[in-house]
T-cell receptor
Framework: KAGVTQTPRYLIKTRGQQVTLSCSPI?????VSWYQQTPGQGLQFLFE???????NKGNFPGRFSGRQFSNSRSEMNVSTLELGDSALYLC???????????????FGAGTRLSVL | GESVGLHLPTLSVQEGDNSIINCAYS??????FIWYKQESGKGPQFIID?????DKRQGQRVTVLLNKTVKHLSLQIAATQPGDSAVYFC??????????????FGSGTQLTVLP
């Protein structure tokens, strides 16, 4: 069974640019969550998508956005990149059925974004 | 806001010894807790979880203890092996938050297993 796949693994961008990251969840998983990981702030929740709808959102500025497609694949976009956006962006998928805990949340290897 | 934190940023143990990683949380409404292991260059890997109505749960070589009175969580690893060297995170979630998929993570503990 394939795991969570994130592409690309590494990205280098400059300030002001925008970037799109992709996440393919485990087959059958309908929930996709995104997290930002930095040495200073640790792992922080960005947002979660379920059945193409954003179901929950963390405390990040509007420059961070996402979407989910009908096949549950998700993309995350960051516009007007800042130096502080340099981080490991992690995607996690789970079955996502209402009422069930996220015990089955599985993380991908992440996309390492460097903003110069 | 609510936070989940770890007592120690680093922990070194001898191979074969038992390891104990601690975590303090402040959100009394947390419904469940999860321990993750993250190796260099990889995403967090699920280790074990525990619901708030439990105080102990055992897995393969790992045990999680939950003390709701003092809002403390611990992960015990028996017979620690070199492959256990990694950063360990505790995370908490509340089903009442509207989405069971939002986790709040602690800052992590670096476990180093010495030969």
């Amino acid at each position: 069974k394939a795991g969570v796949t994130q592409t690309p693994r590494y990205l280098i961008k400059t300030r002001g640019q925008q970037v799109t990251l992709s996440c393919s969840p485990i087959s059958g998983h309908r929930s996709v969550s995104w997290y930002q990981q930095t040495p200073g702030q640790g792992l922080q929740f960005l947002f979660e998508y379920f059945s193409e709808t954003q179901r929950n959102k963390g405390n990040f500025p509007g420059r961070f956005s996402g979407r989910q497609f009908s096949n549950s694949r998700s993309e995350m976009n960051v516009s007007t990149l800042e130096l502080g956006d340099s981080a490991l962006y992690l995607c996690a998928s789970s079955i996502g059925t209402s009422g069930r805990t996220p015990i089955g949340q599985t993380f991908g290897a992440g996309t390492r974004l460097s903003v110069l | 806001g609510e936070s989940v934190g770890l007592h120690l940023p680093t922990l070194s143990v001898q191979e074969g010894d038992n390891s104990i990683i601690n975590c303090a949380y402040s959100n009394s409404a947390s419904d469940y807790f999860i321990w993750y292991k993250q190796e260099s260059g990889k995403g967090p890997q699920f280790i074990i979880d525990i619901r708030s109505n439990m105080d102990k749960r055992q897995g393969q070589r790992v045990t999680v203890l939950l003390n709701k009175t003092v809002k403390h969580l611990s992960l015990q690893i028996a017979a620690t092996q070199p492959g256990d060297s990694a950063v360990y995170f505790c995370a908490e979630g509340s089903i009442s938050s509207g989405s069971a998929r939002q986790l709040t993570f602690g800052s992590g503990t670096q476990l180093t297993v010495l030969p």
